[in-house]
């Protein structure tokens, strides 16, 4: 096993440290000795319960209600989940049996758990979750059980998925999520059996994308914290802070110019685990040698692309998998907190306190629809996608079993109660464009579906072709079916035979050419899109052009201060937005492919009279054409006033790579990983990704 360090050149210092690991090895997990042949630590059933694997339209299907895929790409609004919510309970600890501590705790099974009174006036209390985990419970079973694996599944299929663990300080939460710390220290051992759910996580991930064949699979990853109510990159030795910024275009809050590291392989992750666990904050408190003092969010990207169509046409979504460990609450009384310890203290339960007022809303349903104070902290800004939103979400609600933690372990045990109420809406992320196509098929399934219905009703195989065409000619008078009056089953049923079989062949006319038809506009519209794709990425590549021209010519003593274009050139490759920006546009006279004004519209092949009214209008409404080269321009603008990273790289018309217009030398990468900022995933075509610098201070020029 190889192991290095290397850093970037920039000033930009991103380290992962990566190590080569063997197939064979990682395909076999290790699992805790004392697994077998004992009785099962946990009980009841998680609400993701269904194991892993399958495809997508399986594990959609199945024991969820997330079949958002299958009936439209975005969720039906009765289409609700709550999120899952498990207890996981650690043994006493050596410090607790020392001073002859009790455990309190009982699992009468079917997901209960039930805490001894502590006092003669109090009375028992019982709680029920999806999943108890019992003090011998392993890391393994909490991979098994837990509902991670299906959650998974999900992040592959496209959905925004997390986990988090909370409870008070030394309850566990980390121990579940990675493992003990030191597990991460010098010279760690990859395969040791005290590693947690997220190690596991990712040798599930990988053996699931690699069952799927007919999936292209990029992965990305991040790994941050938030220490003192500030965002630090935990691959980004700098610890400079960073924004947390609202994007309109996910509507979602996301971190500005976090480092992402390309992962093709498992150590890749495992690689940027390791680096993240090493740089978080880490102190030592009276009840915790190793206690975290800050949040940590975990997130690997999973972009996914399936071909939809033989014109070339590709589906592509974007999964995520959060694993969040929350700094534990804490009574600073009894952790003996002061000073820096006693700040973060106050930073941490403050964060989690907001976070509490967050789910309390959320699971009322009368106060679900007002005011949540998401952006009272950067920990719940954060999560508010994950708690309410599109995602799924899995809590793992971390306790202690000891008598003299009672009252911790009740507040834990309620909090997670409340969220086990709250109701997320999953979607799967994906393209509009691509979302048609998706509704397009759909559509044509359905019809399908209804001739195979309307076949079986009047007992008729599929006609013969030159049958087709006869009866067409006889039937459809420009376009219409003319039916028989009156047309109902009881009328059928008393019709002559040979009027009878008049009417068969009609409706089976009918349906054919409704078949034709549709496939038909599936293929010019399928063309459309891509030709529609392939423009937009030319006008982007342009405008950069554009930009960087501009650039130069305005620091140039010798260039003029206006710059003067080819008119013929712009006329053919220039869209219409850089048309503005020259001051030549004319939008009446535009054509709507987007090739040259209106006069030429008759000799392309891609005009808009060669397009059925029904798919303009639908393109229209999605703002696919005309309208999305508005979207263009609109971004364009956004893009220089916020100096986003959204639009850092750009692609040539062919899908090809990514380039940075600075030499290479200033280039920071993250061993020889390809980094880029969160903002900007490619799709799978854009394997060729170079590495580029979310620096802070902005982003680099870039040309193609
Ligand atoms: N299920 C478990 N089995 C064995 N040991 C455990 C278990 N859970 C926790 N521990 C041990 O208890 C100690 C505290 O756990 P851990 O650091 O994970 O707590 P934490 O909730 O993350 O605390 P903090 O919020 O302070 O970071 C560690 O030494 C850990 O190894």
């Not at 498992?266 to 206690?291: I, K, P, W």
């Not at 990704?689 to 680099?700: D, E, I, M, T, W």
Request: proline share 4%; charged share 25%.
């Amino acid at each position: 096993m190889v192991s290095s360090r290397e850093q970037s050149p920039g000033s930009n210092n991103a380290i992962v440290r990566k190590r080569t690991l063997n197939r064979s090895e990682i395909s076999t997990p290790a699992t805790p000795p004392n697994h077998h042949g004992r009785r099962e630590t946990f009980t009841g059933s998680s609400t993701f319960a269904g194991g892993g694997g399958g495809n997508m339209a399986s594990s959609l299907g199945s024991a969820t209600s997330l079949n958002t895929y299958e009936s439209d790409y975005e969720a039906d609004p009765t289409d609700n989940t709550n999120i899952n919510v498990v207890v996981r309970v650690r043994p006493l600890n050596s410090k607790e049996v020392k001073t002859g501590d009790e455990m309190i705790t009982h699992f009468p099974g079917n997901g209960q758990i039930w805490l001894e009174p502590v006092t003669p006036k109090e009375k028992a209390k019982t709680f029920t979750y999806n999943v108890v985990f019992e003090p011998e419970a392993g890391q393994e079973d909490v991979l098994n059980h837990s509902g991670v694996k299906r959650l998974i599944d999900m992040a592959i299929d496209g959905f925004s998925c997390t986990v988090f663990c909370y409870g008070q300080t030394g309850s566990g939460k980390t121990h579940t999520l990675t493992g003990p710390p030191h597990l991460f220290e010098k010279n760690p051992d990859p395969f040791a059996s005290e590693h947690g759910l997220v190690f596991r996580s990712f040798l599930y991930l990988f053996d699931q994308i690699q069952n799927r064949n007919d999936f292209h699979f990029v992965l990305k990853a991040s790994f941050l914290e938030i220490y003192n109510e500030k965002v630090i990159d935990l691959l980004n030795t700098s610890r400079k802070p960073l924004a947390v910024r609202w994007s309109k275009k996910s509507r979602g809050f996301f971190v500005e110019n976090l480092f992402m590291v390309e992962c093709e392989e498992f150590d890749d992750l495992l690689a940027v685990l390791e680096e993240g666990m090493r740089n978080r904050a880490v102190g030592r408190h009276n009840m915790n040698e190793y206690s975290s003092r800050s949040h940590t969010i975990l997130t690997v990207h999973i972009t996914s692309e399936q071909k939809a169509s033989d014109q070339g046409v590709f589906i592509s979504r974007h999964g995520k998998l959060n694993f969040v460990d929350l700094a534990g609450s804490e009574m600073t009384k009894k952790t003996h907190s002061e000073g820096k310890t006693l700040e973060e203290a106050n930073n941490i339960n403050k964060s989690l306190m907001v976070l509490g007022y967050c789910i309390a809303s959320l699971s009322d349903i009368k106060k679900k629809t007002g005011h949540i104070p998401y952006r009272d902290s950067k920990l719940t800004k954060l999560l508010a996608d994950s708690l309410a939103g599109n995602g799924v979400t899995l809590m793992i609600a971390c306790i202690s079993p000891a008598k003299s933690n009672m009252s911790e372990t009740l507040n834990t045990l309620r909090y997670a109660a409340r969220a086990k109420r709250i109701k997320t809406k999953p979607v799967v992320v994906m393209d509009p464009r691509e979302a048609l196509i998706v509704s397009l098929k759909r559509e044509v399934g359905a019809l399908r579906e209804e001739n195979l219905q309307l076949r079986e009703f009047v007992q008729v195989g599929r006609p013969a072709t030159s049958d087709l065409e006869r009866w067409q000619g006889n039937t459809v008078t420009n376009g219409v079916i003319e039916l028989p009056e009156g047309f109902d089953k009881e009328k059928l049923e008393q019709m002559e035979p040979t009027q009878l079989i008049e009417t068969v062949m009609k409706f089976l006319s009918e349906n054919a050419a409704l078949r034709q038809e549709n496939w038909e506009l599936i293929a010019v519209r399928d063309l459309l899109i891509r030709d529609q794709e392939l423009v937009c990425r030319e006008n982007e590549r342009l405008l950069r052009k554009l930009e960087d021209v501009n650039n130069v010519c305005c620091r140039s003593p010798i260039a003029p201060v206006r710059l003067s274009y080819s008119a013929d050139k712009l006329a053919k490759s220039q869209s219409d937005d850089e048309l503005a920006s020259a001051g030549r546009r004319d939008d009446e006279n535009w054509g709507y492919d987007g090739t040259g004004p209106n006069k030429d519209k008759a000799d392309s092949p891609n005009s808009a009279q060669q397009i059925p009214d029904a798919i303009s209008k639908e393109l229209e409404k999605r703002r696919i054409g005309k309208s999305g080269r508005s979207n263009i321009s609109e971004s364009y603008k956004n893009h220089k006033r916020n100096n986003s990273w959204d639009k850092v790289g750009s692609r040539d018309s062919s899908g090809g790579s990514l380039k940075s217009a600075g030499s290479s030398d200033s280039l920071p990468t993250v061993q020889g990983k390809r980094v880029v900022p969160n903002s900007s995933l490619s799709t799978p075509r854009n394997r060729n990704l170079h590495a580029v610098s979310p620096s802070n201070k902005g982003r680099k020029n870039l040309v193609v």
